[in-house]
């Protein structure tokens, strides 16, 4: 069985064909600029890099050249596309609307119309996304796999914010956390690694990425996960602020006359680690622009450490202890300063460290930095969320 996985952007579309009894990535690629000057496909095969630079006026014509490539006579993996058996799409936000995995239909894209301000970046892309691959294979299953799906096991104390009840009834503003399927696939890498279920461990999973989130997993289930409403919260992000006083946010936005559309914008794309460091958002930058003396990427890079530590230590106390401690994802995969910064001073928590295996390179394997003294295990994790689309709507179909 071959299943597509799409991830739709507002101008890009990322795939991957994976064959599901071996769960291997047959071909893979990105096209991007859609809708722009300079459309491109990258696509990935048989050991090979096929770049295909022709317009692209939307996501019709990307998938339509997404299949022209897995189909092709020297690119292609497949001989038609009635080889690919289902279609698994990535959509960010959920609301409650959709509480797991769901079939593509009528019913469920009225539904997807319906909440699609909560992303409004994302979640109208991924609607185009299915449009255009409904128009290119129809009678194929298709699937949305919901970014927010793996965090509706929170108790309603740990989802509700405290305002009015009425604009949670009305609105359903609450917490719905982020990263779900990369959240749920590290967990249960780590549970797999262990030798022991997920029912029987207390993990604490750090996504830090570009965007970054924390999520407590208490016997395979997330308790509680640090961004919010929208993945504007927890903590800092390359350019998001995480958590903040609404009234230092309400204070700038008067000072500089913002309206609250320019605010939101200001805090998701001008603060974080590029606003803190004013040098970027990257954490490779930061790293060395830190090395190099630069006081504010060193006072950013220590900010972002401690808004860890401390969600590390919060999860903790809300499952009453923590058996393993994951890192994924860009950050958690590849800066060895991020991780030494959270779990130092951890010795309460009987967290301890190896230096030397935290300071190896990445080798895309897990690996195990765990200190000799250490009672919490710490695990590097590759994440793979497409592989958890997949699987779920293999699952699903
Ligand atoms: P997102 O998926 O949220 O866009 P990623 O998980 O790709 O982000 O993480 C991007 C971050 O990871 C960047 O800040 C980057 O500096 C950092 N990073 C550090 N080392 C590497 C590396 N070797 N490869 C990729 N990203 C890295």
Redesign the pocket.
């Known amino acids: 069985m071959k299943i597509l996985v799409i991830n739709s952007g507002s101008s890009s579309l990322k795939y991957q064909l994976i064959d599901m009894e071996t769960e291997e990535v047959v071909a893979k690629g990105n096209c991007e600029r859609i809708g722009i000057e300079g459309s491109k496909l990258t696509h990935k095969a048989k050991g090979k890099e096929t770049v295909v630079e022709q317009p692209m006026p939307d996501h019709n014509v990307a998938v339509q050249l997404v299949l022209k490539a897995l189909t092709d006579k020297e690119c292609g993996v497949i001989s038609s596309m009635k080889e690919i058996d289902a279609v698994g799409h990535r959509v960010v936000a959920s609301g409650e609307a959709f509480k797991k995995p769901t079939r593509v239909s009528d019913e469920a894209m009225v539904l997807m119309e319906e909440i699609k301000d909560l992303a409004p970046l994302h979640n109208p892309a991924a609607i185009v996304g299915v449009k255009a691959c409904q128009a290119a294979m129809p009678g194929t299953p298709m699937a949305l796999v919901f970014d927010t799906g793996f965090h509706f096991t929170m108790p309603d104390y740990a989802y509700m914010y405290a305002v009015d009840y009425k604009h949670y009834e009305k609105y359903k503003i609450r917490r719905y956390g982020a990263h779900g399927t990369s959240h749920k696939f590290v967990s249960q890498e780590a549970a797999k690694y262990l030798g022991k279920k997920p029912e029987e461990l207390k993990i604490i999973t750090c996504h830090l990425?570009?965007?970054s989130s924390i999520t407590a997993v208490n016997g395979g289930k997330c308790v509680d996960t640090s961004m919010g409403f929208t993945p504007l919260a927890g903590v800092p992000m390359?350019t998001r602020s995480g958590d903040i006083d609404y009234a230092a946010a309400e204070y700038i936005a008067r000072k500089e006359g913002m309206n609250v559309t320019e605010m939101l914008n200001y805090l998701n794309k001008k603060c974080g680690m590029l606003g803190v460091s004013g040098v970027s958002?990257?954490?490779?930058d930061l790293t060395a622009a830190a090395a190099d003396g630069n006081d504010r990427a060193r006072l950013a890079l220590d900010m972002f450490n401690y808004a860890c530590k401390k969600y590390v230590g919060a999860y903790a106390a809300a499952m009453n202890g923590v058996d393993c401690l994951v890192f994924t994802?860009?950050?958690g995969e590849?800066?060895p300063m991020v991780r030494k910064g959270i779990c130092e001073n951890m010795q309460y928590l009987g967290l301890e460290i190896d230096e030397a295996k935290n300071e190896e390179k990445?080798n895309g394997a897990i690996r195990d930095i765990t200190g000799r003294n250490s009672k919490v295990k710490v695990l590097i994790i590759p994440t793979n969320e497409e592989l958890v689309i997949a699987r779920e709507t293999m699952d699903l179909l």
């Open positions: 990425g570009n965007g390359g958002s990257d954490f490779r994802a860009g950050v590849n800066t990445n």
